[in-house]
């Protein structure tokens, strides 16, 4: 068998959310490399169609895939969603493509963990609020709690355009999370890897009862227990860690606000990917 272990994490988003998520494996896994996609040319994807996303992640998998990662962790909520339906094209088709890694899986598991009276919210794009993704999972790791979900589309291009601290993105996070809060939960799973970034705005209206559950800590516990159970290859050789970011549209808003979201994790030259 082929020796992987020096080979690259993959990551990808529809933009600049899922760096959450790098940023989050590069601090847990400082030995490992890693290739970003930021999918910026055609975010956002949760207002599209299961078939475009579908297709879109396929695109996704396969560049990355040509930059020799050894797994793909799937940033992105919405794609996170078509997973299993690329996945089983795949199968299907007779085509082995490198282990996934979605970030709903993990997040509906710490949910379900936590939560003490039983209620947990989700905040999400449409898409992944229609696919009731989080629903069935959770409802499926514990069918007495009860999920409640609330679309939120208008905070993805809010990101995007950095304005993260802005007061009228305080107001649409407060419009949003009323009904979630008005049903009482005490567990809030942030759908979208753009949330993170927009925590203090959340954490304000919901108070410090409600538990932030956030994709990046749970998809890096998973990473972590599969290199334990040698379900993925470590990195032990001892080298410096390497990234490499690619988008697939160029932007100076993005080189910034990706800037900070990284902090100190400084971001060389930008990549141009041809998908």
């Given at each position: 068998?082929?020796?992987?272990?020096?080979?690259?994490i993959?990551?990808?988003?529809?933009?600049?959310?899922g760096?959450?998520?790098?940023?989050?494996?590069?601090?847990?896994?400082?030995?490992?490399?890693f290739?970003?996609?930021?999918?910026?040319?055609?975010?956002?994807?949760g207002?599209?169609s299961?078939?475009?996303?579908?297709?879109?992640?396929?695109?996704?998998?396969?560049?990355?895939?040509?930059?020799?990662?050894?797994?793909?962790?799937?940033?992105?909520?919405?794609?996170?969603?078509?997973?299993?339906?690329?996945?089983?094209?795949?199968?299907?088709?007779?085509?082995?493509?490198?282990?996934?890694?979605?970030?709903?899986?993990?997040s509906?598991?710490?949910?379900s963990?936590?939560?003490?009276?039983?209620?947990?919210?989700?905040?999400?794009?449409?898409?992944?609020?229609?696919?009731?993704?989080?629903?069935?999972?959770?409802?499926?790791?514990?069918?007495?709690?009860?999920?409640?979900?609330?679309?939120?589309?208008?905070?993805?291009?809010?990101?995007?355009?950095?304005?993260?601290?802005?007061?009228?993105?305080?107001?649409?996070?407060?419009?949003?999370?009323?009904?979630?809060?008005?049903?009482?939960?005490?567990?809030?799973?942030?759908?979208?890897?753009?949330?993170?970034?927009?925590?203090?705005?959340?954490?304000?209206?919901?108070g410090?009862?409600?538990?932030?559950?956030?994709?990046?800590?749970?998809?890096?516990?998973?990473?972590?227990?599969?290199?334990?159970?040698?379900?993925?290859?470590?990195?032990?050789?001892g080298?410096?860690?390497?990234?490499r970011?690619?988008?697939?549209d160029?932007?100076?808003?993005?080189?910034?606000?990706?800037?900070?979201?990284?902090?100190?994790?400084?971001?060389?030259?930008l990549e141009?990917?041809?998908?």
């Amino acid at each position: 068998m082929n020796d992987t272990s020096t080979l690259p994490i993959g990551v990808f988003d529809s933009g600049l959310g899922g760096l959450t998520v790098l940023k989050a494996l590069r601090e847990r896994f400082t030995h490992e490399h890693f290739i970003y996609l930021g999918d910026t040319a055609r975010i956002p994807y949760g207002s599209k169609s299961p078939r475009t996303i579908q297709r879109y992640l396929e695109q996704n998998i396969k560049f990355l895939e040509s930059c020799g990662v050894k797994a793909v962790v799937i940033a992105c909520n919405s794609a996170s969603t078509q997973a299993a339906q690329v996945l089983a094209a795949a199968n299907a088709a007779g085509t082995k493509i490198v282990p996934l890694y979605n970030v709903i899986s993990p997040s509906a598991r710490r949910a379900s963990e936590i939560t003490k009276n039983g209620l947990v919210g989700v905040i999400a794009t449409r898409a992944t609020v229609q696919s009731r993704a989080y629903v069935s999972e959770v409802e499926k790791l514990n069918p007495k709690l009860k999920v409640y979900q609330q679309a939120c589309p208008l905070l993805v291009p809010l990101v995007e355009e950095g304005w993260d601290e802005d007061p009228i993105t305080n107001l649409i996070v407060y419009r949003y999370l009323t009904p979630l809060v008005a049903a009482n939960v005490d567990t809030l799973i942030l759908g979208c890897t753009h949330f993170p970034i927009l925590r203090n705005a959340i954490a304000r209206v919901t108070g410090p009862h409600v538990e932030l559950v956030e994709s990046s800590i749970s998809i890096a516990d998973q990473i972590q227990s599969d290199f334990e159970s040698a379900k993925l290859a470590p990195n032990h050789s001892g080298l410096s860690s390497e990234l490499r970011v690619y988008t697939t549209d160029v932007s100076d808003n993005f080189q910034a606000l990706a800037q900070r979201i990284m902090g100190t994790q400084a971001l060389k030259q930008l990549e141009l990917a041809d998908i």
